[in-house]
């Protein structure tokens, strides 16, 4: 995915009218994006070229296929979701930084074993049921927002603190011994944060939706005799696949909500491939152009800034279809299975 990426960029943005007045490159070379030096404006080697440090949302490539490594070794371990927040808190004293994403993998390990073994013994965040409890979440929620608005406008916090991928020392400065404490809160306040906005999204049944096998439909007619069949009990373990299917659904309400779980279930789609949408999009359109050319004063910039938004929306929609999945899931997914013996990949 990397060579892919970087030869698509290379092609892209590194040829033809994209040079400078010397005729070298004039395309962009942050984290060795393009295939290219920038000082001799040609390929020159792979001396300089390193898989080590994989740049845009190929990070989280790296990081999924190493927790997920790791997650079974994990899951052996008594007290494993404090054991990792320890180590989340910890690793930001050392040098190890971005070199295979192994500081942002430690730092996001505690969240993946969460969701795991929520999704293993069926639990998750309870949802607001009664008025009181929505009017608290959605104040929650609302303080939430405003102490991150306040953190980041009137405190300056750095952008580099939610990218949880550098040591205390780069993040912090002088301030890198209470590193630790700074990352056990944000643990604190990003758990809560999900804790609320959870609250405020009703269970599938608050909503109507019906899950094949939980009802048995009246049958048509009588038997033989006259006599209306029973319907048969449903089995304990009837709800079959993942989702309820929207055509079992009687009402709208019901059928979005599925469409919505369904989407979102397949985030990791659009999270990798839409840079792949957009430079597309910047290459062959110059549909940014408008920011290099107009004063953002004008309203051609808001009207533009509308419609991107609306291609973004459409880009993460389709990027999350089914067919998407089924065509990219062996390079963003991998079966990795294999590599663990019969009762390893029991866990």
Known sequence: ??????????????????????????????????????????????????????????????????????????????????????????????????????????????????????????????????????????????????????????????VEVWFQSDPHDEVYGTRWAYGALYQLCLYAWTFFTMMTVFALIPEPEAVGVVYAGEETLPLKGADVEGQTKTPSAPKANARAGKYGKERDQATMAAKVYLRCAKWGARTLYPFVMHIAVLLLVARYTRWYDITWTTDGKDASVSVKAVWTLLMAYTFTIVLSLKPVVGLFKWLLEPNISPLFNPELQKL
Not at 33 to 42: C, F, S
Not at 69 to 75: E, H, S, Y
Not at 130 to 143: D, G, Q, R, S, Y
């Open 1 to 158: 995915m990397h060579i892919l990426f970087s030869l698509f960029y290379t092609r892209a943005f590194c040829e033809g009218e994209w040079t400078d007045e010397r005729g070298h490159p004039e395309c962009e070379f942050v984290n060795k994006w393009a295939l290219m030096d920038p000082v001799v404006g040609q390929w020159d080697g792979w001396d300089k070229w390193t898989f080590a440090y994989p740049f845009a949302q190929l990070w989280y490539l790296v990081s999924l296929f190493t927790k997920r490594l790791w997650r079974p070794f994990a899951l052996e371990m008594r007290w494993t979701l404090l054991f990792h927040v320890v180590l989340g808190v910890l690793v930001g004293y050392t040098t190890i930084g971005r070199f295979l994403s192994i500081h942002r993998s430690t730092v996001h390990m505690p969240y993946f074993l969460c969701g795991f073994l929520m999704r293993k013994h069926a639990c998750f965040f309870p949802s607001a049921k009664t008025p009181l409890a929505k009017a608290m979440a959605v104040a929650a929620l609302v303080f939430n927002v405003g102490c991150a608005l306040m953190a980041s406008f009137t405190y300056g916090m750095r």
